[in-house]
């Protein structure tokens, strides 16, 4: 089995969108792990909220913005990074330059629940997977 990774421009992924909108862009998308690409104009503002199960990391790559994290805000610009456990109230305000770009990578803790839940998914790809080779297989 062939796994492949993704290589992924910033600029070109935010230009795409029109102005004046949040973009929230999937990186990557593992079984627990996860990327986007915030691209946020100023003015926009993701709420102060709180994730049980997940810890998440940011990056500022380009512009300036402000994180709110358990009632402190943090200003940041480009190499700033910001851990935020789960548990944590956090969001985001774009109150800086005119574009803020931020990277999001999130792990998500995983429970009984959410495992079976994973193994489910997982089971079905590989199902998939064969039923796949095996039409290719029986193609004259």
């Known amino acids: 089995m062939t796994v492949e990774g993704k ?10 969108h029109p102005r004046s909108t949040f973009v929230n862009l999937n990186l990557f998308d593992g079984e627990a792990f996860f990327g986007r690409l915030l691209c946020i ?7 102060v909220h709180v994730h049980e199960h997940k810890d998440e990391c940011f990056d500022v790559i380009s512009g300036h913005g402000t994180f709110l994290l358990n009632g402190k805000e943090i200003e940041a610009g480009p190499g700033t990074f910001v851990y935020v456990p789960a548990g944590a ?8 330059s005119d574009h803020w770009i931020v990277r999001e990578t999130v792990s998500e803790r995983v429970y009984a629940r959410r495992a079976l ?3 489910w998914i997982a089971f079905r790809k590989r199902v998939r997977g064969w039923f796949a080779r095996k039409d290719r297989s029986a193609e004259p």
Do not use: I, M
């Open 117 to 119: 839940r994973l193994l």
């Open 89 to 96: 109230f956090h969001g985001l305000r774009a109150d800086g």
């Open 41 to 47: 104009e100023k003015g926009e503002q993701v709420p």
């Open 7 to 16: 290589v992924f421009h910033t600029r070109e992924g935010c230009g795409e």
